[in-house]
């Protein structure tokens, strides 16, 4: 019997389950119409089902992480394609060669906020990821080296996959959907580091700073790992000119080299629990 958190006289989901898998065979028993409506999965797929899908999307890794005690999380977006130092020869370009120092930061600096979360009882900056390789598996192996915790939320692609071997596997994840994917990113998060990526990672990105900008979300330490792989890819200072952003936009994030650099700039952080009332350019 599946165990339940509610008390109450009446029979329980997971017994009724098991009780259906008992009753005689019969036509009317083989019929998709008799089967319990929780646990027929092709009802569930069905696509005027697609709300509640979302629904339990957002609701299953919540509950999972309220359960763990997360309370809040430390984000890392970056490359799945950055390779570790030891396997640089593998890199398919020189500059994802080159960024393989990144993967090195990436682990580094999980390792060190694994170890501060632990000391103040783990629940509070617990290393999230999108739980794939590259940046991704250096943040989860960072925190699998300082002993701790990390989560992992992972995504079904077309071609074969499965998480890091880092994520800590009762805090792994896997999502259909990209946008109930990017909620839990961002739902507890008191940090969002971004290592040099590709289009996924301009993608969460743009998302997350876009809901800063607009006060949808409190400003948190937004720490772009890369000084020159963002410039040579993104002109802030073009946007600004044009005024589609305004230069107090340019002060949403800032840049950073290194792990230490970057523990240092959330340890100064000066606008804890801020949010943008208005929208400079826009008044």
């Avoid at 130092?85 to 600096?109: G, I, N, S, V, W």
């Avoid at 794939?132 to 074969?160: C, F, K, Q, T, W």
């Avoid at 000084?227 to 949403?252: H, M, Q, R, S």
């Avoid at 240092?264 to 629990?273: G, I, M």
Wanted: hydrophobic share 40%; glycine share 8%; proline share 6%.
């Amino acid at each position: 019997m599946t165990k339940s958190h509610r008390r109450h006289p009446l029979r329980f989901s997971g017994e009724d389950k098991q009780t259906a898998k008992t009753v005689p065979d019969t036509p009317q028993t083989r019929s998709p119409t008799y089967k319990l409506a929780f646990a027929d999965t092709d009802f569930l797929l069905r696509e005027d089902m697609r709300p509640l899908r979302f629904q339990l999307e957002l609701l299953k890794p919540e509950l999972a992480m309220d359960e763990a005690g997360v309370n809040s999380t430390v984000v890392l977006f970056g490359g799945a394609r950055i390779p570790s130092p030891e396997k640089r020869e593998t890199a398919r370009t020189k500059t994802l060669a080159d960024l393989t120092k990144y993967y090195a930061e990436a682990q580094k600096f999980a390792e060190i906020i694994t170890k501060r979360s632990m000391a103040d009882g783990g629940t509070e900056n617990v290393i999230a990821t999108g739980g794939g390789p590259g940046v991704m598996e250096a943040g989860n192996r960072g925190a699998a080296d300082a002993g701790g915790r990390s989560i992992g939320l992972n995504i079904v692609l077309p071609h074969e996959q499965a998480p890091n071997p880092y994520v800590t596997p009762e805090l792994c994840f896997n999502f259909h959907y990209f946008a109930i994917r990017k909620m839990h990113f961002l739902m507890r998060a008191n940090a969002i580091c971004v290592f040099p990526g590709g289009f996924g990672t301009l993608d969460e990105m743009f998302e997350a700073l876009t809901l800063v900008q607009t006060g949808r979300m409190s400003k948190v330490p937004f720490l772009l790992f890369g000084k020159e792989f963002w410039e040579g890819i993104i002109n802030w200072e073009v946007l600004a000119d044009a005024g589609t952003i305004a230069d107090e936009d340019l002060k949403l994030f800032q840049y950073v080299e290194t792990a230490e650099e970057a523990i240092n700039a959330l340890d100064n952080w000066e606008h804890p629990d801020e949010r943008r009332q208005n929208i400079p350019g826009r008044e």
